[in-house]
């Protein structure tokens, strides 16, 4: 019923809600997937497996796949489907450039040891967990979870959310690398120092930590990835 107070138009746009909110909820789906490797860069997703196995509609998983097109996760191409996104070396320099933004400033205004330094710690243990196994994607996660735990330091629902998108854009390229041990093993030791300062309250000197350590990690990415990447 349209009263007084109801903005002209908005019950033919009551139906969109519930497909909306079901496209969201795929999207996450997905999103999670790309991020895990499920699907990898310059795959093909097909509507009709994705559908069936979700058991959603063609037009709710259309939805799904343009939000995530709009999160730079997903590409369509004319005449031949949705396909998980390749990302470009500009894109891989971009990702950085907003990392040391995020990062760095959320540990920096550290004072004292974090309440969250047990979660923070418990990621570094992780790692140390996947190199005695020799599990290296494994690794790669717990570096990501590592980060997405400094980041959580800022306290800031929108500074996560921001980080969600960029931890799964940077999952793809992680999957360009034809060798997971070789990038992230390195590293492991610097999460280590970083933990320390992060744990001795010191801000100041776990930012400049984490901005040399982001910097080398750009760097190397670069390197390895215009070996495997054309650029576009």
């Known amino acids: 019923m349209v009263t007084e107070d109801s903005p002209p138009g908005l019950e033919a746009d009551r139906g969109l809600l519930s497909r909306t909110s079901t496209a969201e909820r795929v999207a996450g789906v997905l999103r999670t997937r790309i991020a895990e490797g499920f699907f990898l860069p310059g795959g093909r997703l097909s509507e009709q497996d994705i559908g069936s196995a979700l ?3 063609r037009n ?7 939000l995530l097109t709009h999160e730079r996760l997903l590409v ?3 005449n031949r489907g949705v396909f998980v ?3 470009s070396v500009e894109d891989l320099r971009d990702i950085y450039r907003v990392r040391r933004i995020v990062e760095c400033a959320a540990v920096r205004e550290v004072t004292a040891k974090p309440a969250a330094y047990g979660r923070i710690a418990a990621t570094v243990a992780d790692g140390d967990r996947a ?3 020799a599990r290296w994607q494994d690794l790669g996660t717990a570096n ?10 800022a306290g800031s629902e929108r500074v996560a959310e ?3 998108g960029l931890t799964a854009e940077l999952r793809l390229v992680f999957h360009v690398m034809a060798d997971p041990r070789r990038f992230h093993e390195r590293y492991l030791p610097r999460n280590h120092e970083i933990l320390t300062a992060l744990g001795s309250g010191d801000g100041i000197r776990t930012a400049d930590l984490l901005s040399t350590y ?11 990835y215009t070996e495997r990447v054309p650029r576009n």
């Open 85 to 87: 996104r390749m990302p």
């Open 144 to 153: 990501i979870r590592f980060h997405t735990e400094l980041v959580a330091l």
């Open 162 to 164: 921001l980080m969600k």
């Open 76 to 78: 369509h191409e004319l």
């Open 214 to 224: 982001l910097d080398d990690a750009e760097a190397q990415l670069v390197e390895a």
């Open 60 to 66: 709710t998983l259309r939805e799904a796949f343009r």
């Open 131 to 133: 190199v005695r196994q």
């Open 55 to 57: 058991g959603v509609s």
